[in-house]
């Protein structure tokens, strides 16, 4: 695998279920991000990892939790989401944070029924 | 907050027509980024383009940081070309990326 990976690429849920999305990125980058695509909307950038560590929440609700175990992995964990919450969740990487060039996963499309 | 704005929202072209992109902010920036989601939805870095001048085969690309505007050339397009055309800036001394509305490209065979 190369590049930025996430999983899985379209779910379904609904308003009481808990699930988690991943992201992987083989390219050794220190620096990850979360976004978020709705419709007819900009890119939102939700979270950013720098070093494992969390650097930016971006006033998003507490029903959107990241988690980043190592510096290739991230994870956004939803529970109790709402239809609005429905979009395209876009997974970057970075090699250096912010003043880097970002490369995009593919994204995970999730539907909130 | 800073505003990214870009034009024209939407452009039709017949195959192996050129186009200009454009790319106006706000606020003084570090750098600025161009990319291409494709029709799936995956988003391609096209330029890194802080200032100056960059080509990159059919596509070339110049920010005025000065003027606070970003142009993106293409040449010559192909129907592979669809897609959607965003740029992004991080306001002077951020990291957080802002992402203009983008402009809907549809490249007719």
């Known amino acids: 695998e190369t590049g930025v990976t996430q999983t899985p690429r379209h779910l379904v849920m609904g308003m009481t279920n808990k699930k988690s999305l991943k992201c992987e990125q083989h390219?050794?980058?220190?620096?990850m991000y979360w976004y978020k695509q709705s419709a007819k909307k900009p890119l939102e950038l939700m979270f950013v990892?720098?070093?494992?560590?969390?650097?930016e929440n971006n006033s998003v609700p507490s029903r959107f939790s990241p988690e980043c175990p190592n510096s290739s992995h991230l994870f956004l964990h939803l529970h109790t989401l709402q239809p609005e919450d429905s979009a395209l969740y876009l997974c970057?990487?970075?090699?250096?944070?912010?003043?880097?060039?970002?490369?995009f996963g593919p994204g995970t499309r999730l539907t909130v029924l | 907050g800073i505003q990214v704005e870009q034009s024209p929202p939407d452009l039709i072209l017949q195959e192996g027509a050129n186009s200009t992109l454009r790319c106006n902010f706000s606020?003084?920036?570090?750098?600025l980024q161009w990319f291409h989601q494709n029709p799936w939805g995956q988003l391609i870095n096209l330029f890194y383009?802080?200032?100056g001048t960059k080509q990159n085969g059919r596509l070339s690309a110049t920010t005025v940081a000065t003027e606070r505007y970003s142009l993106l050339y293409i040449s010559s397009s192909q129907t592979t070309d669809s897609g959607v055309y965003f740029c992004?800036?991080?306001?002077?001394?951020?990291?957080?990326?802002?992402f203009g509305t983008g402009t809907r490209l549809k490249v007719l065979a």
């Open positions: 970057a990487s970075s090699q250096l944070l912010g003043t880097d060039t970002q490369y």
């Open positions: 606020d003084s920036v570090n750098n």
């Open positions: 990892y720098s070093l494992e560590e969390r650097v």
């Open positions: 383009i802080p200032s």
């Open positions: 992004a800036v991080p306001p002077t001394g951020t990291y957080k990326y802002i």
């Open positions: 390219l050794g980058h220190n620096a």
